[in-house]
Structures are given as C-alpha cells and as structure tokens.
C-alpha cells in the first residue's frame, strides 16, 4: 500500500511538472510575440531600400517579416535565417574565448534554458531578444525551455533558473544540469561562458540586441576573424 501510494505520488508530480512546462511555454509565447513587436519598432538601424549587401563572405537580402519589419535574410547553418543586425553592426560585441569555443556545440544540444530577467528596464527588449534564439534553436526533437532568472509577479508557473543561483528544473524529461543560455542587461556588452552557463548581455537595448546577434552568427558558423568585405 505505501508503495503504491508513492508511486502514484511520484506519478502525479510528474504531470504537475509537465503542466508547468506547457502552461509557462504558452506565458512565454505571449510575451515574446509583445515583445517582438516592440524590437521591431525599435528597430529603426534596420535594412532600408532595395538591395543586398555581402559580408564575410555571406550574402544578405532584405526580406519583410510577419511583422512587417525589415530583416537580412542569409543562408548560414544551413537554413534561411534572418536578423536584424549584419555582422559588421555587431562585431564590436567582446566574446570571450570560452563562449567562442563553445559556439559550434549549442546547436547540437538536445536541452537547453534560455533565462531572461523580466524586472529590469530593457525586459522587452531581453525578452523579444530572447525570442530569436529560441527560433534559431528550438525543434521538435529537442527540449528548450524557458525560464526566468527571478520572480515576477504574475507569473508564477515558469521555473526559475539562473546562472548565479545554478538552480536547475527537474522534470521527467529534464533533469540534471542542463547549458543554461542567459539574456540579461549589463555593464558591458559581451558574451562569456561560466561554467554550464552562456551570458548574454548588453549596456542597454541596442547592447542587448547586438549581443543577442553576434551569439546568433557565432553558433551558425560566422567567422568574424576572416575580412568583413573579402568573400
């Protein structure tokens, strides 16, 4: 009886830590499409006219998006993409040695967290920012999830998981210490690797956005060390 008890427990904890898993992905969903929009309008650095461009050996074009926003539009990783910033917009971005290193692993991975912090001043723009790595990595045959660095009101059914704290959800399918991805604002504008942790951040929001972009080329392949106009 007391076996059976525990197990059944243990079966109904599961389901709840699944629901928790859906109902924060739908939270999220809404989020990131307001937040999504709001990059699009802040967008204003955007591709204007007509015609592409070449950089570091890519070629760009200027397609519109859902949104009705402009983006550059290239093959890299082996798929259209599209952003919103070209390569030599985001250069700038320091990327430390062991995040550089880490880049061509991220898209292989089978679990990941993407973290944002939601109470800062930029949580639009850390949100949408958000927003277009969990496009880039997320799959059918792949669990990416979404979580937040510190409580928020009215959200109270995602996980929060973060780097500083290296908190990790437990679930059926989730468990263990899985790369944590976190998009935050800082006092500098970089990417650098901590332990299972990528960090993302930005001095503010073109900071954040720039930064977001350069992860994004570098885990697709972008070799920034090669000419930016040689092919």
Request: include cysteine.
């Amino acid at each position: 009886m007391r076996k059976t008890f525990l197990r059944d427990e243990k079966r109904e904890e599961k389901k709840k830590q699944r629901m928790v898993i859906i109902i924060g992905l739908i939270l999220v969903g809404i989020m990131i499409l307001s937040s999504v929009a709001y990059i699009a309008e802040q967008n204003q650095t955007g591709p204007t006219g007509t015609s592409g461009t070449t950089e570091y050996g890519q070629q760009f074009s200027i397609v519109s998006g859902q949104d009705n926003a402009q983006y550059w539009q290239t093959k890299i990783g082996g798929e259209e993409r599209q952003f919103i910033r070209l390569p030599t917009q985001v250069a700038y971005v320091n990327v430390s040695s062991d995040a550089s290193s880490a880049f061509p692993y991220i898209p292989q991975l089978q679990s990941v967290v993407i973290a944002v912090d939601p109470t800062q001043n930029e949580s639009q723009i850390t949100l949408g920012a958000a927003s277009l790595v969990l496009g880039d990595l997320y799959s059918d045959k792949k669990q990416v999830l979404t979580a937040l660095t510190s409580p928020f009101v009215n959200i109270t059914t995602l996980p929060i998981i973060s780097c500083a704290n290296q908190s990790y959800f437990d679930s059926q399918n989730l468990s263990g210490k899985i790369p944590i991805i976190q998009i935050q604002p800082g006092n500098e504008t970089s990417i650098t690797a901590v332990n299972n942790c990528i960090i993302i951040q930005g001095m503010d929001s073109e900071g954040i956005l720039s930064a977001v972009e350069r992860f994004r080329y570098g885990i697709w392949g972008l070799d920034f060390t090669k000419s930016a106009t040689g092919n």
